[in-house]
Nanobody, 127 residues
Framework: QVQLVESGGGLVQAGDSLRLSCAAS????????KAWFRRAPGKEREFVAAISGSTGTTDYADSVKGRFTMSRDNAKNTVYLQMNTLKPEDTAVYYCGAARGILLRSSYYYPNKYDYWGQGTQVTVSS
């Protein structure tokens, strides 16, 4: 079993930055693909960013490209989401997910491809 714990959310103003962390514990492996999703009030969970477990390459939703950066520290079993130039529409609960098997890039965008989830961290961006 793998446990994921997100942290780093908060209330900020538009244009500010935040860095989210997702620490993994349990039977985890740095080879697991990991991703960030978010859910805004009244909306479905949507893909934000992912990082390949094997290569470390990243992929982003168009809405965050150029503003958000996902990275990882394998020694700490932790992934990060650096969020810059935040906008009110970034307001959501942000969730970290991990996939046990090899995840094709085309599958990054689908929540049901991930086996483990954290409890989420709230990000609120005021205008």
């Amino acid at each position: 079993q793998v446990q994921l714990v997100e942290s780093g959310g908060g209330l900020v103003q538009a244009g500010d930055s935040l860095r989210l962390s997702c620490a993994a514990s349990g039977r985890t492996s740095s080879s697991y693909a990991k991703a960030w999703f978010r859910r805004a009030p009244g909306k479905e969970r949507e893909f934000v960013a992912a990082i390949s477990g094997s290569t470390g390459t990243t992929d982003y939703a168009d809405s965050v490209k150029g503003r958000f950066t996902m990275s990882r520290d394998n020694a700490k079993n932790t992934v990060y989401l650096q969020m810059n130039t935040l906008k009110p529409e970034d307001t959501a609960v942000y969730y970290c997910g991990a996939a046990r098997g090899i995840l094709l890039r085309s599958s990054y965008y689908y929540p049901n491809k991930y086996d483990y989830w954290g409890q989420g961290t709230q990000v609120t961006v005021s205008s």
